[in-house]
């Protein structure tokens, strides 16, 4: 007579029931360091943004712009951030955007496109010295940022909520008045939205 092997009803319903255990306690983990890597990469994102900017406006001897953009062609005028941003040639000086691709730097043109954030529960927000909220920023072809043709400075925050919109942790990109850009996380210099 041949012996049939395999898993009986038990050992399956002990399994699955293992198996719901170990989901329960990784899906929430998961989530959460899928969420902080989405913190880490905007950040490095719109520092990154600001470092070229900055270094296109002393390359290209003329005022280089970088503002908040849904569109990917021109400055929304909205202080969220999170939509994306631009950062373009700005020769006549107006702010604008444009969709032109760089050929020439006496027009306006185009130099850098963010896409919006991926993560609905993600916020990124500036303000500037005065503590007023940050639409744009131009450098000048000295890499001064200016905002409306006056020197300031500037700290973007960029803030990942839960789903209960707790907040669950945040960094900072901090603009100098020099020019200089760096990332913190000291909540002192931090003002994130109370939810997303």
Known sequence: MKKYSGFTLIELIITMALVGVLLTIGVPSLKRF????????????????????RSEAVKLNSKVTICSSSDGKSCSGSTDWSNGWIVFVDANDDQAGTEEECATIDTDCLLRVQEAVSDDQLTVTGVDSNKSAI??????????????????????????????????NSRAVVLSLSGRVRVSENAAVITCPSSP
Do not use: W, Y
């Open 34 to 53: 899928m969420q902080g890597s989405q913190l880490i990469s905007t950040t490095n994102e719109l520092l990154s943004a600001l470092h070229i900017t």
């Open 135 to 168: 639409k744009s920023f131009t450098f000048s072809a000295r890499g001064l940022p200016t905002i409306s043709k006056v020197s300031r400075s500037g700290t973007f925050s960029v803030c990942s909520f839960d789903e209960s919109d707790n907040l669950i």
